[in-house]
Nanobody
């Protein structure tokens, strides 16, 4: 069984910052890609950022230059530093981990950008 625990969501004003964390535990081995996705109200889930085991990152155009994804392989953890947040970043953010052809999802953490 694999468990992903996310933290770091919350309410912040436009222009502010948040850092999301996700740690994988349980029977998980040889993690390849890790990433963050989000689902805004009334919209489909979309990719925010992914990072390979070698550290290569990929970002959605809407977050390039504002968000930074990183990972700690020793801790099976992935992070998302979000700066210059905008109201349109409001969504539930989900952690995703891929291991041996399987995909695992966190429970989601709410991020709300509002003044």
């Amino acid at each position: 069984q694999v468990n992903l625990v996310e933290s770091g969501g919350g309410l912040v004003q436009p222009g502010g910052s948040l850092r999301l964390s996700c740690a994988a535990s349980g029977s998980i081995f040889s993690i390849s890609a890790m990433g963050w996705y989000r689902r805004a109200p009334g919209k489909q889930r979309e990719l925010v950022a992914t990072i390979t085991s070698g550290g290569s990152a990929n970002y959605a155009d809407s977050v390039k230059g504002r968000f930074t994804i990183s990972r700690d392989n020793a801790k099976n953890a992935v992070y998302l530093q979000m700066n210059s947040l905008k109201p349109e970043d409001t969504a539930v953010y989900y952690c995703n981990v891929r291991s041996r052809g399987l995909s695992y999802w966190g429970q989601g953490t709410q991020v709300t950008i509002s003044s």
